[in-house]
């Protein structure tokens, strides 16, 4: 099983955690955080991003950092070797909760997926009332999408 680090400025990375842990309790040892605290050293960071990746004892691991270009990026940067680690900036929920879903695949796969939940969940939403609901009726126009 792939193990998951998550990379990304403080609360962000324990908060996904703990939301991925609410919808998938049972993932606790294959997802880490590490929150990367405003005035730490970036060294200091990546130490405790290489003692992460011991804690989590897999062969192969997914990297997911916030902000692309930003010091958790940079870390995980470092870490990722292209054969064993993957890098996906710019996490949200959405994308780390299909990353636990997938975990079982490749490392390749896995990366592709995790890209893929992070950006097709990403959607505008109008203030119109919510299909197969009674309520005030709109004309529809060329905007309206259906799913």
Not at 15 to 31: E, K, N, Q, T, Y
Not at 62 to 74: R, Y
Not at 87 to 114: D, F
Not at 116 to 126: E, H, K, L, R
Request: contains cysteine; charged residues 15%.
């Amino acid at each position: 099983m792939i193990g998951i680090l998550i990379i990304a400025h403080t609360p962000l990375a324990s908060a996904l955690r703990d939301c991925a842990l609410h919808v998938f309790p049972d993932c606790a040892s294959g997802v880490l955080a590490l929150d990367v605290l405003p005035d730490e050293p970036p060294e200091q960071s990546l130490a405790k991003a290489r003692a992460s990746l011991q804690i989590l004892g897999t062969d192969d691991v997914l990297l997911l950092s916030d902000v692309f270009g930003a010091t958790p990026c940079n870390v995980a940067q470092q870490l990722n070797d292209g054969v064993h680690t993957r890098l996906v900036a710019g996490v949200n929920l959405p994308m780390l909760l299909r990353s636990v879903c997938y975990r079982h695949e490749s490392l390749e796969a896995l990366a592709i997926r995790a890209h893929a939940g992070g950006t097709q969940s990403i959607m505008p939403v109008g203030s119109t009332a919510p299909q197969n609901q009674t309520g005030k009726r709109h004309a529809t126009s060329r905007h309206d999408h259906q799913q």
